[in-house]
Nanobody
C-alpha cells in the first residue's frame, strides 16, 4: 500500500501561482508513475499531469500544457505540481495519484490522496 498526502492548496487570484505537493509513504520503493488529477465543482475528474518514476517522461492534460509543471523528488518521496497563470476554471479539488500514467483506463496499482482544494478568484 502507498499512502498519499497532498498540501499546498488554497485561494489565489487569477494570474497567480501555487505549488502543490504530495508526499508518499508506505511501499514507496515501488517504482510507480505519479501525478495529478482534478475535479472541478460539479464536474467529472480530469487528468492534469503525470511523471514517470525516473522523471524522464511527463504528460499533461490540455488545460495544464504551458502553465503547469510536474516534477518529483524520489529521495523525498514527493511529487509537485507548479501551477502558473492560474485561471478561475482551474478551481478544483486536486488529487495526487500513484500508479496511473495518464487519463486512460487503468487496472494496475492505483493509489489516491484525499485531495487539496484550489480556488482561483477572478
Amino acid at each position: 500500500q502507498v499512502q498519499l498526502v497532498e498540501s499546498g492548496g488554497g485561494l489565489v487570484q487569477a494570474g497567480g501561482s501555487l505549488r502543490l505537493s504530495c508526499t508518499a509513504s508506505g511501499r514507496t520503493f515501488t517504482p510507480l508513475p505519479m501525478g495529478w488529477f482534478r475535479q472541478p465543482p460539479g464536474k467529472e475528474r480530469e487528468f492534469v499531469a503525470t511523471i514517470s518514476w525516473s522523471g524522464a517522461s511527463t504528460r499533461y492534460g490540455d488545460a495544464a500544457k504551458g502553465r503547469f509543471t510536474v516534477f518529483r523528488d524520489n529521495a523525498k518521496n514527493t511529487v509537485h505540481l507548479q501551477m502558473n497563470s492560474l485561471k478561475p476554471e482551474d478551481t478544483a479539488v486536486y488529487y495526487c495519484n500513484a500508479g496511473r500514467n495518464g487519463p486512460e483506463a487503468y487496472a494496475g496499482p492505483d493509489y489516491w490522496g484525499k485531495g487539496t482544494l484550489v480556488t482561483v478568484s477572478s
